[in-house]
């Protein structure tokens, strides 16, 4: 195999850890104030339950956004420039949404008063549902081309490359999985009241998520699949009825193994619908930015190679050790009281 | 303003907001784990509260320096996608291994150690912010690497079969001597600024707090760690800049000339200090205040014998090089921002001598003009660092990526060629709304650092908890909540 093959599946790997690690972040974010509102007790607390579930390990799991963008820099710096000076937009509201994110999960406790912690809240909720419906329009546009020209730039963009039935169900496929996702995971790692909204939340999400995640990679397969993506389509439906069983007999563990199992194969089916194209030109095929005349050359593929063989293997044991670290569940009666200051005007 | 012009005043923009956050959070990230490693090797609880305050600031300045640092990994793609497609194959390479070796490093140990009080063993804990230490320190190697590519790129040769710039040596980019030196100067300038930071907040605090225990027993021994680290940064800066100025000689001749707005070729020019005039129509300037011998010294360490090439003769050198083209920087900026760059290190200097003076034998300084002192200086190195960059970014216009004197002389870029092909309107939404967001951000960011450095070290924060290792019973109380 080719470096321009390894570094292919390097970008698609690094994006699977993503989606899977950052799926439940988002369906975290997503579901957190539907938690509060589902709890008798105090909505508060179960708010916070449920945003520590991935207290620690959130920012972690954005990192793999972050590598992935820069080895699609390092490997395929047509791919990096072409994609995102087109994608323009729905890249600017994702980085908008995720800057509003980050600031309100870490400052949401430091000042204790509740306008102060709804405002986190909202940047939280946006954070999440923003970039977990436009990741799979952004991608859904990839795999469907873009109107790529001989000098490998976007030429004449219309609203129905970026905006159509396909990207739009992409969007709301990835949207819908990343919530039961994020429910099977909180349903996996808190216990008590928390545990059994949880578990309810994640049922009912499950024949939403089912029907839009079938019918995307229905679609997908149909229009841009070959013949071995079948087989990833097939073990997609597979895991996610498994996850619909499992999440309905609250076997949580078996639940988020299918979920995880369901976004990988999505996302494989997505790379593998692409190769060996980059970016598909809806103007002419021989215009497609491929692995093989996008990528860089030999010998920074070589030199990134070497790194890669390094590090992912480091990074995947102090990040899984992390996760086994605070492996324990979360109830609501295990957190503390709020330590922030009280909000007050500055003199 | 065309579509060149609002994307680097947006880049600008977002690189300084991200340059307000990051030294200090590369100085006070070793300073956490050394005010954590003395509490754990003394057992002394004074530095576990400070460990805890200074780490609360430290938190807060992490979480706006990680959001305002993930708009620049794709700006480069975004805005200047042609400079992307010339530079990727170098360029991407620091990019990459910065996200795979530093950020998950930071990312995943930052985590560990907010959320691992109770949950770690002390030495491992302690472990955790040394490692997050490392890596910002090692992140901004890897970012430094990749920039002073731009400004002196190695290691490189161009590709006329692609069109771009192709890696030769990883060894030589990494060991660029523009990026060592860079490198230095940055860091020693980020625990400028920390050090600063933590000196004059237990400054402050020392006064007061007046006549309590913690004034002595707390604030005391903080300040005069600040100090004394900050006295040590200013050295190094003064040495690293020396090293800098001396590559810039060479390498950037046309900056090195806009910073001292040279028009005219010049043997044994005065360093000036001061001028009145437009600055970019350069023989406008009026010399006001001119010390002789410190230029030679700075480009070539002598005092005299030294020729400085001035501005216009360059430009002619550059137009039978390059072609026709404006190739002198806005030298009123690069003038300006070299001198505040320099005088504002006065500032922190002399309130370190001036700590370490008051502080001295077993003194506690009780005057209130020392802690107004310690208030006015706090910013001084953040500002110091900001004018750097702006000299250190402007000075190399109109390149992006500046043709090296020694290199492969294809290997050049302007900004013009390097800007993606949008119309100014897609530029100006992003650059409004970054802004914007950034703008009320950085409000929240100041508040919230003010009421706590304005709070002191919290009461629940005042007994060290012993660490638990995880239970059979299920409700097992967290050290830490969001």
């Known amino acids: 195999m080719g470096l321009q093959q390894i570094w292919f599946i390097i970008v698609g790997v690094l994006f699977l850890g993503?989606?899977?690690?950052?799926?439940?972040?988002?369906?975290?974010?997503?579901?957190?104030?539907?938690?509060?509102?589902?709890?008798?007790?105090?909505?508060?607390?179960?708010?916070?339950?449920?945003?520590?579930?991935?207290?620690?390990?959130?920012?972690?799991?954005?990192?793999?956004?972050?590598?992935?963008?820069?080895?699609?820099?390092?490997?395929?710096?047509?791919?990096?420039?072409?994609?995102?000076?087109?994608?323009?937009?729905?890249?600017?509201?994702?980085?908008?949404?995720?800057?509003?994110?980050?600031?309100?999960?870490?400052?949401?406790?430091?000042?204790?008063?509740?306008?102060?912690?709804?405002?986190?809240?909202?940047?939280?909720?946006?954070?999440?549902?923003?970039?977990?419906?436009?990741?799979?329009?952004?991608?859904?546009?990839?795999?469907?081309?873009?109107?790529?020209?001989?000098?490998?730039?976007?030429?004449?963009?219309?609203?129905?490359?970026?905006?159509?039935?396909?990207?739009?169900?992409?969007?709301?496929?990835?949207?819908?999985?990343?919530?039961?996702?994020?429910?099977?995971?909180?349903?996996?790692?808190?216990?008590?009241?928390?545990?059994?909204?949880?578990?309810?939340?994640?049922?009912?999400?499950?024949?939403?998520?089912?029907?839009?995640?079938?019918?995307?990679?229905?679609?997908?397969?149909?229009?841009?699949?070959?013949s071995w993506t079948w087989a990833v389509l097939a073990v997609a439906v597979i895991a996610q009825l498994a996850a619909v069983a499992a999440a309905g007999g609250t076997r949580e563990g078996w639940a988020f193994l299918s979920t995880t199992v369901v976004i990988a194969a999505v996302v494989i089916l997505l790379f593998g619908s692409l190769y060996p194209n980059l970016v598909p030109s809806t103007i002419d095929r021989a215009y497609d930015l491929t692995i093989y005349n996008g990528s860089s050359s030999p010998y920074t593929l070589k030199v990134m190679t070497w790194a890669a063989v390094i590090f992912t293997p480091l990074v995947l044991v102090y990040q899984g050790w992390t996760y086994w670290v605070f492996r324990k569940r979360i109830f609501a009666e295990s957190i503390p009281p709020s330590i922030g200051l009280p909000l007050r005007r500055v003199p | 303003m065309n579509a060149l012009d609002v994307s680097r005043w947006q880049f600008g923009i977002t690189t300084l907001y991200h340059f307000i956050f990051v030294p200090l959070t590369i100085g006070l990230a070793p300073l956490i784990a050394v005010m954590q490693m003395i509490w754990v090797v003394t057992d002394n609880p004074a530095w576990y509260r400070m460990t805890k305050f200074f780490g609360k600031v430290f938190l807060i300045n992490f979480a706006i320096g990680v959001a305002t640092g993930i708009v620049q990994e794709f700006q480069f793609g975004m805005n200047w996608s042609e400079y992307s497609r010339f530079v990727g194959d170098v360029f991407g390479a620091p990019l990459a291994l910065e996200g795979l070796v530093a950020f998950f490093l930071e990312s995943t140990f930052i985590g560990l150690w907010i959320f691992g009080w109770t949950r770690l063993p002390k030495w491992l804990h302690l472990t955790s912010i040394w490692l997050v230490a490392l890596a910002v320190n090692l992140s901004a190697f890897f970012i430094i690497t990749a920039n002073s590519?731009?400004?002196?790129?190695?290691?490189?040769?161009?590709?006329?079969?692609?069109?771009?710039?192709?890696?030769?040596?990883?060894?030589?980019?990494?060991?660029?001597?523009?990026?060592?030196?860079?490198?230095?100067?940055?860091?020693?300038?980020?625990?400028?600024?920390?050090?600063?930071?933590?000196?004059?907040?237990?400054?402050?605090?020392?006064?007061?707090?007046?006549?309590?225990?913690?004034?002595?027993?707390?604030?005391?021994?903080?300040?005069?760690?600040?100090?004394?680290?900050?006295?040590?940064?200013?050295?190094?800066?003064?040495?690293?800049?020396?090293?800098?100025?001396?590559?810039?000689?060479?390498?950037?001749?046309?900056?090195?000339?806009?910073?001292?707005?040279?028009?005219?070729?010049?043997?044994?020019?005065?360093?000036?200090?001061?001028?009145?005039?437009?600055?970019?129509?350069?023989?406008?300037?009026?010399?006001?205040?001119?010390?002789?011998?410190?230029?030679?010294?700075?480009?070539?360490?002598?005092?005299?014998?030294?020729?400085?090439?001035?501005?216009?003769?360059?430009?002619?050198?550059?137009?039978?090089?390059?072609?026709?083209?404006?190739?002198?920087?806005?030298?009123f900026v690069t003038y300006w921002s070299f001198r505040a760059m320099i005088g504002l290190l006065a500032i922190p200097l002399l309130f370190a001598l001036t700590t370490l003076w008051l502080t001295r034998g077993r003194r506690v300084p009780e005057s209130r003009w020392f802690a107004r002192f310690a208030l006015w200086t706090i910013p001084t190195p953040f500002l110091a660092s900001m004018a750097g960059w702006v000299f250190t970014e402007m000075g190399r216009q109109p390149w992006v990526v500046a043709p090296n004197p020694d290199g492969d002389p294809l290997v050049r870029l302007t900004v013009r060629q390097g800007v993606s092909l949008h119309g100014p309107g897609l530029v100006w939404v992003s650059l409004i709304s970054f802004t914007l967001l950034y703008a009320v951000l950085a409000v929240v960011w100041f508040y919230l650092i003010r009421r706590y450095v304005v709070a002191g070290p919290q009461e629940h924060d005042s007994e060290p908890a012993p660490p638990t290792p995880p239970r059979d019973d299920d409700v097992a109380p967290l050290s830490f909540a969001y």
């Not at chain 1, 949401?108 to 970039?131: E, F, M, T, V, Y």
């Not at chain 1, 545990?195 to 049922?203: P, S, W």
């Not at chain 2, 605090?205 to 600040?226: E, F, H, M, N």
């Not at chain 2, 200090?273 to 350069?282: D, F, K, P, S």
Request: charged share 15%.
């Open chain 2, 149 to 331: 590519f731009m400004q002196h790129p190695v290691g490189t040769r161009f590709n006329p079969a692609t069109g771009r710039a192709e890696l030769q040596s990883i060894t030589e980019l990494f060991t660029n001597n523009t990026g060592v030196a860079a490198f230095w100067h940055a860091v020693a300038a980020s625990f400028l600024t920390a050090s600063t930071f933590v000196a004059a907040v237990c400054a402050w605090w020392i006064v007061r707090a007046k006549g309590t225990p913690d004034a002595s027993a707390l604030y005391r021994p903080g300040a005069i760690l600040g100090s004394v680290v900050a006295l040590a940064s200013c050295v190094a800066l003064f040495f690293t800049g020396d090293v800098q100025g001396k590559l810039m000689f060479h390498q950037q001749p046309m900056k090195m000339a806009a910073a001292e707005s040279l028009c005219h070729t010049e043997t044994d020019p005065k360093f000036s200090v001061l001028t009145v005039g437009t600055h970019n129509n350069c023989d406008s300037i009026t010399r006001v205040i001119e010390v002789p011998y410190v230029l030679p010294f700075l480009a070539e360490g002598k005092f005299s014998g030294v020729t400085l090439q001035g501005a216009k003769d360059l430009q002619q050198q550059y137009e039978q090089k390059f072609g026709p083209e404006w190739y002198v920087p806005n030298l």
């Open chain 1, 18 to 226: 993503f989606f899977i690690l950052e799926g439940f972040d988002f369906g975290v974010g997503m579901l957190m104030h539907w938690l509060g509102r589902m709890s008798k007790g105090d909505a508060e607390t179960h708010r916070r339950a449920a945003l520590n579930t991935i207290g620690p390990v959130w920012d972690g799991n954005e990192v793999w956004l972050i590598t992935a963008g820069g080895a699609m820099f390092a490997a395929f710096p047509h791919w990096y420039a072409t994609v995102f000076s087109t994608l323009y937009l729905p890249l600017l509201v994702i980085l908008l949404a995720m800057i509003g994110r980050i600031v309100a999960i870490e400052w949401r406790g430091k000042i204790d008063d509740p306008k102060w912690r709804n405002w986190c809240d909202i940047g939280i909720a946006i954070g999440s549902w923003l970039p977990a419906i436009l990741w799979g329009v952004a991608f859904a546009i990839l795999v469907n081309g873009l109107p790529v020209g001989p000098d490998k730039n976007v030429v004449g963009l219309s609203v129905t490359d970026v905006l159509n039935p396909y990207t739009l169900l992409g969007g709301l496929a990835t949207c819908a999985l990343f919530a039961f996702h994020g429910a099977v995971f909180l349903a996996l790692k808190t216990g008590g009241d928390v545990h059994t909204d949880a578990v309810r939340l994640a049922r009912l999400l499950s024949i939403p998520a089912t029907v839009l995640v079938a019918g995307f990679g229905l679609w997908t397969q149909f229009a841009h699949g070959t």
